[in-house]
């Protein structure tokens, strides 16, 4: 079993549509908890990062995080096309701890959002 | 402000040849990483590295190899190159409490 799973689409949506991506783990360890997008041949940029269960907002973009269920969870409201990429959630034990906050990624999920 | 920096952005090798990927990074981050990307497959742990002399394996090491002689470069060595090693590598860095920064990566064919 993987350590992070992650449905890789592809998923294509309508502009305008909320898009809900999600990843399941089996490392009960992990603490933090990340979402990264990914444009074509380009490297992950951080898009959300959370540490504890709950929900974290930044404008269109939604971050839950639920540990019992080890089950994680981005929302994109008002979908654009300029949000067509790939995204991936990651996930690591420590900041930098005895870890060296080394990521463990999901497969990554391929959006399209068109016009 | 360059952040991470990765060179060559593309490179085709054939089956036995060595080649250095090179990572450097200007933020003056201890923590350096090396991940590959597979098509379908997210980004797998190659080598790690959490200060200048101190490097450690990942997931996925076997035919590569690394150095840190300095804070800011962290390069990887391919020393035969076989066509499992086909991928588009990602180098990135980070501080003890900051997010992890990425480079643009580097698109290797093995042929």
């Known amino acids: 079993q993987k350590e992070v799973e992650q449905d890789p689409g592809p998923l294509s949506v309508p502009e305008g549509a909320i898009v809900s991506l999600n990843c399941t783990y089996s490392?009960?360890?992990?603490?933090?908890f990340m979402w990264y997008r990914q444009y074509s041949r380009k490297g992950p940029e951080l898009l959300m990062y959370t540490y504890s269960s709950g929900n974290k907002e930044d404008g269109r973009f939604t971050a839950q995080v639920d540990k019992s269920s080890k089950y994680i969870s981005l929302f994109i409201r008002d979908s654009q096309p300029s949000d067509s990429a790939t995204y991936l959630c990651?996930?690591?034990?420590?900041?930098?701890?005895?870890?060296?906050?080394?990521?463990?990624f999901g497969q990554g999920t391929i959006l399209t959002v068109h016009p | 402000n360059a952040g991470v920096t990765q060179t060559p952005k593309f490179r085709i090798l054939k089956i036995g040849q060595s080649m250095t990927l090179q990572c450097t990074q200007d933020m003056n981050h201890n923590y350096m990483y090396w991940y590959r990307q597979d098509p379908g497959m997210g980004l797998k742990l190659i080598y790690y590295s959490v200060g200048a002399g101190i490097t450690d394996k990942g997931e996925v090491p076997n035919g590569y190899n690394v150095s840190r002689s300095t804070t800011e470069d962290f390069p990887l060595r391919l020393e035969l190159a076989a066509p499992s090693q086909t991928s588009v590598y990602f180098c990135?860095?980070?501080?003890?409490?900051?997010?992890?920064?990425f480079g643009q990566g580097t698109r290797l064919t093995v042929v």
């Open positions: 990651a996930m690591s034990v420590d900041a930098g701890g005895t870890s060296y906050g080394k990521l463990t």
């Open positions: 990135a860095s980070r501080a003890a409490n900051t997010e992890a920064f």
């Open positions: 490392n009960s360890a992990f603490q933090y």
